[in-house]
């Protein structure tokens, strides 16, 4: 079997300017799931914690698994 643990490697405030002239701020987070990766995923700042990267990340390792069954 794969090894599938999650490592994270990084969390910052990703600030991306939009067309309108305003600011866009997310966190982006780094990670890896076993030798894959790097992954990285953003979520709007104030629906950001540590259940909410859980369910992604679970969710890639589910996909990782069945491709590598």
């Not at 894959?36 to 990782?64: C, I, S």
């Amino acid at each position: 079997m794969v090894d599938l643990s999650v490592e994270l490697t990084d969390v910052r405030d990703y600030t991306v300017p939009q067309r309108d002239g305003t600011f866009l701020t997310q966190k982006r987070v780094t990670f890896y799931i076993g030798k894959f990766g790097p992954f990285h995923e953003y979520f709007p700042v104030d629906a950001f914690n540590e259940l909410a990267f859980r369910q992604r990340a679970d969710a890639l390792k589910q996909q990782l698994e069945a491709i590598h069954r």
